[in-house]
């Protein structure tokens, strides 16, 4: 059973170096691809029923020590995440299938498209499973390479220029997590995540805290937190709106995935949760109102992205159950619905010639189906009842008023504004782009879209909706997560035995505070 968590890096990767084999038969690659990702979904599936409800997975690379060996865990947020991201990648697979990667077919060297796509799936998986700090930055490297080649993949001057910030930044986090890891070893002797738990409690806490500030940098600069935000918005609209999807929804949830590993597993109750609901209140504020402020579809929803960080940063702030809970909930939400944005963004482009909101218009009544497919998943985003996102948005809220404290007041006012101003910025896109009158550009741009783009889109769709209906079972499955990853001994004992989980100084209980264990 455990030889399952292998498989959602394995298979990418196999799969990267058959597809880049057959580089020269681009039906082949594509089909060998769509296997690969459903299976790594089939995995994912098998790892949600088969992780307890308290338990974890773990795999001993090599029958090595954990000390000295590779090490992949998987808990239930594990195996939610894996869930999630893979039927994502999946239907943005099939949507890019329908689109040209690129605006000139003849420029874009489509045949290492599928090679590096499936090598970001093994990065991401990678990062999620990774018992240890190396192989978390491994993980993280793996996904970054492939995306600054997805980033460019058409060779045009913006796209150049937005993957030049793009890698600059990412550069400069990848330098800062490294640096963290090398102090960290040098503090404890190890990287291993569960044997960290145990002796970086035993630290000074000046030594602690400067440690914990390295890695929540390179993992907020990773997530897109405020401040360390300003490189989206700049970067993501100019990709192609297959490469954005798969960005927005997967790459800065790993940046929050490794931040929840971080404050839950390895510096619970942390001196630095008041810089983490800070970040949160301007996360929330700051990106809305650069969302409101735009006037291109994609760059609305960049903004709308770094925008709802903040919501999955407050519940990791307040560092309580509920709080927990509502933000894997959130998380899972937030990675469907912001990709399938994406995707529909591609088909207005598509449609209208452009993401211009100000060029666009008519589109109601010239692709009503478009209309409704960016209807649903834009009242979800916006947080309107019955929604997924409303679930999580209450969820949110009400861990920020159990917190009872004025930061907690403050986010809970911000979460509020935010989501009014996310459902101001979506009426006015459906305002400019399907109710006003059709624009020269949307009249003379009548190309159909493909039907395997759409259908894509719409499996995404309903995907979301799907969570909406699941929203009970959903919860539950986040609350038994949360407790597990707050109690930190489950994840020890697991990966070290309960000799070693016996060692750890202390738990989180539900209302985040300190529990003594000895």
Known sequence: MELLLALP???????????????????????????????????????????????VLVLQIGDWTPTQGIVLVAD?????????????????????SGQTVAENSERTPVAIYHPTYLALVAGVSMAFLAGDLFNLYVGFEVLLASSYVLLTLGGSASRVRAATTYVIVSLLSSVIFLSAIAAIYAATGTVNMAMLAVRLDGLQEGTRMVLELLLLVAFAI????????????????????????????LLTKVGIYAILRLETLLFPASQLSNLLLA???????????????????????????????????????????LGMTATI?????????????????????????????????????????????????????????????????????????????PAGWILVGASVLTSLLTLYAIAKIWNRAFWQAPSEDVIA??????????????????????????????????????????????????????????????????????????
């Not at 990773?222 to 929804?249: C, E, H, M, N, R």
């Not at 990675?335 to 449609?351: D, K």
């Not at 949360?482 to 750890?504: F, I, Q």
């Open 76 to 96: 239930r947020i594990t195996a939610l995440m894996l869930l999630v991201s893979s039927a994502v990648t999946l239907a943005v697979l099939l949507y890019s």
């Open 329 to 405: 909930f959130y998380v899972a939400h937030h990675i469907t619905v912001q990709s399938t944005m994406f995707l529909v963004a591609g088909l207005i482009e598509q449609r209208g010639g452009t993401t211009n909101l100000a060029r666009l218009g008519g589109l109601a009544k010239a692709a009503p189906v478009i209309a409704v497919l960016f209807f649903v998943p834009a009242m979800n985003l916006a947080g309107i009842p019955p929604f997924s996102g409303f679930i999580g948005k209450v969820g949110l809220v009400e861990a920020g008023i159990a917190y009872d404290r």
């Open 222 to 249: 990773k997530a897109a937190i405020f401040p360390l935000s300003a490189w989206l918005p700049d970067s993501y609209p100019t990709a192609p709106a297959p490469v954005t999807a798969v960005f927005a929804g």
């Open 445 to 518: 741009n009548d190309h159909p879209v493909p039907r395997v783009m759409t259908g894509a889109t719409t499996a995404l769709v309903a995907f979301s909706v799907g969570l909406t209906l699941a929203a009970g079972p959903l919860m539950t499955y986040s609350d038994e997560a949360a407790r597990a990853v707050l109690e930190r001994t489950p994840y020890v004992s697991a990966v070290l035995g309960d000799e070693a989980a016996g060692e750890l100084h202390y738990r989180i209980d539900d209302a985040g505070e300190k529990v003594v264990e000895r």
């Open 9 to 55: 890096v394995v298979l990418p990767l196999a799969g990267a170096a058959a597809t880049l084999l057959l580089r020269h038969r681009h039906k082949v690659q594509l089909w060998l691809t769509i296997l690969t990702l459903a299976a790594i979904l089939a995995v994912a599936i098998a790892l949600i029923a088969l992780v307890p409800a308290s338990g």
């Open 279 to 321: 970040a949160a209140a301007l996360s929330l504020v700051i990106g809305i109102l650069g969302a409101v402020a735009q006037t291109d579809l994609k760059r609305v929803l960049s903004f709308t992205l770094v925008s709802h960080m903040g919501y999955m940063l407050l519940g990791l702030g307040v560092s309580t159950r």
